[in-house]
C-alpha cells in the first residue's frame, strides 16, 4: 500500500491478537526493491486501545538487505499520564515513531522484523503494528 505522497514508497500496517501480542511473535515486512540510491527514513506505527497495560513500549526493528542485517531498538511513548487519565472506554489510538534511517541502493530489497521487547509474554491492547518507509533526500548525507 503506497500513499499519494510522492516520498512514502510503502506504508502498510499488520494486525496483531488483541488479547495479547507475543513476544514470539514477529512481525514481517517486505520492502520492493528501491528505485533510487538514497537515505530512507522508517517509522513503526501502532494502533492501540486503552487496554495497554503500559503507558510506552519497547520495539525492535531488525532491516534485512542483501549486504547486511541491522537491530534497532525503538522506544514508543503510547500516552501520557494526562492523556491516559482523560480518556473512558476503548478508545483506538495512533501512534508513529520515527525508528532508523537507512541508506538504501537502487534495486535494493529489505525484510524488515518487528516485535516487543516487554517484560509481559502478551501484549494486550495493541490491535495493529505499522511501517512507513519514505525515501530522503541524498544531499547531505554521508555514504
Not at 516520498?7 to 513476544?23: F, K, R
Request: charged share 20%; with cysteine.
Amino acid at each position: 500500500m503506497v500513499s499519494c505522497r510522492p516520498n512514502v514508497i510503502s506504508y502498510e500496517y499488520q494486525p496483531v491478537d488483541i488479547q495479547g501480542w507475543s513476544a514470539t511473535d514477529t512481525l514481517r515486512f517486505h520492502l520492493s526493491a528501491v528505485s533510487a540510491t538514497a537515505p530512507y527514513t522508517f517509522s513503526l506505527g501502532l494502533r492501540t486501545i486503552d487496554r495497554v497495560p503500559y503507558r510506552d513500549i519497547w520495539l525492535v526493528m531488525e532491516t534485512r538487505t542483501d549486504s547486511a542485517t541491522t537491530r534497532d531498538t525503538v522506544y514508543v511513548l503510547l500516552a501520557s499520564d494526562l492523556a491516559r487519565w482523560q480518556t473512558k472506554g476503548n478508545i483506538l489510538h495512533e501512534i508513529e515513531q520515527q525508528a532508523a534511517t537507512r541508506q538504501l541502493h537502487e534495486g535494493q530489497q529489505a525484510d524488515i522484523l518487528i516485535y516487543h521487547i516487554m517484560s509481559m509474554q502478551q501484549m494486550p491492547g495493541i490491535t495493529e503494528v505499522g511501517l512507513k518507509v519514505e525515501k530522503g533526500d541524498s544531499e547531505g548525507l554521508n555514504p
